[in-house]
Nanobody, 120 residues
Framework: QAQFVESGGGLVQAGGSLRLSCAASGSTFRMNAIGWYRQAPGKQRDRVASIGSIGTVGDTFYADSVKGRFTISRDNAKNTAYLQMNSLKPEDTAVYYC???????????WGQGTQVTVSS
């Protein structure tokens, strides 16, 4: 079963940027859509972006709250997905996770996530 390791989080001021990385183990990475999810304290874990297996721009999904600010990409040769986050807002503060997406839902073991904190 694929495992995911997220990195790149940190503390940033509002308006700043971060780039998250999701390193996946296993040989099936390139066969699966990959999604980024986030969970703020006391809230449910929601998908913020996802990208199809081939990684074309037209095969992406963004939650309305991040459209125009976040960009998801992937490098199948490196078994890695990325989330470029620009114009960060305090409401983006959360732990960010990645996972494969099957039929629109996360399907796989969750990693430890990476904390993103945006100060106002």
């Amino acid at each position: 079963q694929a495992q995911f390791v997220e990195s790149g989080g940190g503390l940033v001021q509002a308006g700043g940027s971060l780039r998250l990385s999701c390193a996946a183990s296993g040989s099936t990475f390139r066969m699966n859509a990959i999604g980024w999810y986030r969970q703020a304290p006391g809230k449910q874990r929601d998908r913020v972006a996802s990208i199809g297996s081939i990684g074309t721009v037209g095969d992406t999904f963004y939650a309305d709250s991040v459209k125009g600010r976040f960009t998801i990409s992937r490098d199948n040769a490196k078994n890695t997905a990325y989330l470029q986050m620009n114009s960060l807002k305090p409401e983006d503060t959360a732990v960010y996770y990645c996972n494969r997406v099957v039929a629109g839902k996360p399907s796989g073991a969750w990693g430890q996530g990476t904390q993103v904190t945006v100060s106002s």
